[in-house]
């Protein structure tokens, strides 16, 4: 393979250093588009052969990385074309690939499924098509190079969040409990996505506790598009109220767009209530790391109020401390609520922090 495709390579660094589409490929192998490829995805397991920087910074969800490059193999390759030449940048590529011949052949079979095998790289040029030979060259008969690579899907995944998607937003003040009663309406045969799951991120200074790194914003929206597109779109999609952000996540403005300007029913649950539940939810967590997060908030909760929280958070009263920090939290969500078209908003009295019960009186208001 790479004898035949060693005469290439000058072309395609001229161009972008690694990517290039051939066309002499492309009649050897099958191109498909994103959207065909998701028409045959549930048979056919996907290669992302970028650099591992590039894949954790976002990736098609289900894909597996067997990187051409390691991220230090890929600068070093474009620092040698950049101050050499681009023969030596060509020798240094072919010095680090060389090796792992057998390696992306035993990687690739262990996913493998049929026979059946699909590539991509970031646009759909030499790195996708030179591995996809080696593996239509060694045994896999039916391999896939999807078009555009990594970029086409991007592409496809933004051009989705622009459609029109029925949402029905569920709202309410922190310590609502409303990602638990996103879980019952699910449980009940609603269309949920939980945002805050995907981004791994309660939405609050205390928000990070207990939760795993939160991906990229890219990774975010590949997710909810992996999510989204497995259910009925002529159907209504429960979401929770969000910022525009959720931790250091964004929400992609287009999807935000629709969530505001959609019908939002705002369980109203006593201060009280909540402070009980807030209690169960995060007293478990380091003292510490429960002070960082009210110090975080400190210019907006006040002085004299961040000095009672951090006493009785020192006291072991966690109670008290969820009343104080309740009271920015319910002042700052009302503001946002006030922006919305009140026609839009529907507030629904509370008792408790009875996930199961709300859920069943949301349903019922709802249908």
Same mark, same amino acid.
């Given at each position: 393979?790479?004898?035949?495709?060693?005469?290439? @390579?000058?072309?395609? *660094?001229?161009?972008?250093?690694?990517?290039?589409? %051939?066309?002499?490929?492309?009649?050897?192998?099958?191109?498909?588009?994103?959207?065909?490829? $998701?028409?045959?995805?549930?048979?056919?397991?996907?290669?992302?052969?970028?650099? /591992? +920087?590039? %894949?954790?910074? +976002?990736?098609?969800? +289900?894909?597996?990385?067997?990187?051409?490059?390691?991220?230090?193999?890929?600068?070093?390759?474009?620092?040698?074309?950049?101050?050499?030449?681009?023969?030596?940048?060509?020798?240094?590529?072919?010095?680090?690939?060389?090796?792992?011949?057998?390696? %992306?052949?035993?990687?690739?079979?262990?996913?493998?499924?049929?026979?059946?095998?699909?590539?991509?790289?970031?646009?759909?040029?030499?790195?996708?098509?030179? @591995?996809?030979?080696?593996?239509?060259?060694?045994?896999?008969?039916?391999?896939?190079?999807?078009?555009?690579?990594?970029?086409?899907?991007?592409? *496809?995944?933004?051009?989705?969040?622009?459609?029109?998607?029925?949402?029905?937003?569920?709202?309410? @003040?922190?310590?609502?409990?409303?990602?638990?009663?996103?879980?019952?309406?699910?449980?009940?045969?609603?269309?949920?996505?939980?945002?805050?799951?995907?981004?791994?991120?309660?939405?609050?200074? %205390?928000?990070?506790?207990?939760?795993?790194?939160? /991906?990229?914003?890219?990774?975010?929206?590949?997710? @909810?598009?992996?999510?989204?597109?497995?259910?009925?779109?002529?159907? /209504?999609?429960?979401?929770?109220?969000?910022?525009?952000?959720?931790?250091?996540?964004?929400?992609?403005?287009?999807?935000?767009?629709?969530?505001?300007?959609?019908?939002?029913?705002?369980?109203?649950?006593?201060?009280?209530?909540?402070?009980?539940?807030?209690?169960?939810?995060?007293?478990?967590?380091? /003292?510490?790391?429960?002070?960082?997060?009210?110090?975080?908030?400190?210019?907006?909760?006040? +002085?004299?109020?961040?000095?009672?929280?951090?006493?009785?958070?020192?006291?072991?009263?966690? $109670?008290?401390?969820?009343?104080?920090?309740?009271?920015? *939290?319910?002042?700052?969500?009302?503001?946002?609520?006030?922006?919305?078209?009140?026609?839009?908003?529907?507030?629904?009295?509370?008792?408790?922090?009875?996930?199961?019960?709300?859920?069943?009186?949301?349903?019922?208001?709802?249908?």
């Amino acid at each position: 393979m790479w004898n035949e495709t060693k005469k290439y @390579f000058n072309y395609a *660094y001229r161009l972008n250093h690694v990517e290039l589409i %051939f066309s002499t490929f492309a009649r050897m192998l099958y191109e498909i588009s994103i959207k065909e490829y $998701y028409k045959k995805a549930p048979r056919i397991p996907l290669i992302d052969v970028r650099s /591992p +920087g590039e %894949f954790e910074q +976002g990736h098609i969800v +289900g894909a597996v990385n067997i990187p051409l490059f390691s991220d230090d193999e890929r600068a070093a390759v474009g620092t040698v074309y950049k101050k050499k030449t681009k023969e030596k940048a060509v020798e240094l590529g072919y010095e680090y690939v060389t090796p792992k011949l057998q390696w %992306f052949l035993e990687e690739s079979a262990t996913i493998a499924k049929e026979g059946a095998i699909a590539v991509h790289c970031w646009r759909g040029g030499m790195r996708s098509h030179s @591995f996809a030979e080696h593996l239509h060259d060694n045994g896999f008969e039916e391999v896939y190079v999807i078009e555009g690579g990594y970029k086409a899907f991007r592409n *496809y995944v933004l051009d989705f969040f622009e459609q029109k998607i029925k949402f029905n937003v569920l709202g309410g @003040f922190t310590g609502s409990g409303k990602t638990f009663i996103l879980e019952e309406l699910k449980r009940l045969g609603e269309q949920v996505v939980d945002l805050e799951g995907l981004a791994h991120h309660k939405g609050s200074a %205390f928000g990070s506790l207990g939760e795993k790194p939160q /991906p990229s914003s890219q990774y975010f929206e590949n997710k @909810f598009f992996e999510y989204w597109r497995h259910l009925d779109s002529q159907q /209504p999609l429960w979401v929770e109220d969000e910022s525009a952000r959720i931790g250091c996540v964004q929400i992609p403005k287009a999807l935000y767009a629709q969530m505001r300007s959609s019908q939002l029913y705002f369980i109203d649950i006593p201060k009280e209530e909540r402070a009980k539940f807030l209690v169960t939810e995060y007293a478990s967590f380091d /003292p510490h790391h429960l002070a960082k997060a009210i110090n975080d908030i400190a210019k907006r909760l006040g +002085g004299q109020n961040v000095k009672e929280a951090l006493e009785a958070l020192e006291a072991r009263d966690y $109670y008290k401390v969820a009343m104080i920090t309740l009271q920015y *939290y319910d002042k700052a969500y009302l503001t946002g609520v006030s922006n919305r078209e009140p026609k839009m908003v529907q507030r629904i009295p509370l008792d408790t922090v009875n996930h199961a019960e709300n859920a069943k009186q949301l349903l019922e208001l709802v249908k």
